[in-house]
């Protein structure tokens, strides 16, 4: 298995909603930091959310505060990221990654990442 696995991508509608999970297998998810990132075709890499080990919670997009929540079930081993009122912007591979420590998830400083779920917002 891979040790980190990203899946509830789709196809959804503007204003819809998806539930991303990324899932850890081979070792315990809550011992890091674990953020959420996503690019766009043609786009750079951006990080969107992090949860840290202790379930602090950093905002990296500041339009997408209030519709995104990053949260954690650590018996299931699993980050989620609860997306709402999506827009064609959101559109974009979103990729879950564990950091190198257990608070921040800088972009440089991912020690593992998923290979990503598809997000597509359009009518």
């Known amino acids: 298995q891979l040790p980190l696995v990203e899946s509830g991508g789709g196809l959804v509608q503007p204003g819809g909603s998806l539930t991303l999970s990324c899932a850890a297998s081979g070792f315990t998810l809550n011992d890091f930091a674990v953020g959420w990132f996503r690019q766009a075709p043609g786009k750079e890499r951006e990080a969107v959310s992090c949860i840290s080990r202790s379930g602090g919670i950093t905002n990296h997009i500041h339009s997408i505060k209030a519709r995104f929540t990053i949260s954690r079930d650590n018996a299931k081993n699993t980050v989620y990221l609860q997306m709402d009122g999506l827009t064609p912007e959101d559109t974009g591979t979103y990729y879950c990654?564990?950091?190198?420590?257990?608070?921040?998830?800088?972009?440089?400083?991912?020690?593992?990442w998923g290979k990503g779920t598809l997000v597509t917002v359009s009518s």
């Open positions: 990654a564990r950091s190198l420590n257990n608070w921040q998830c800088p972009k440089a400083n991912m020690a593992l």
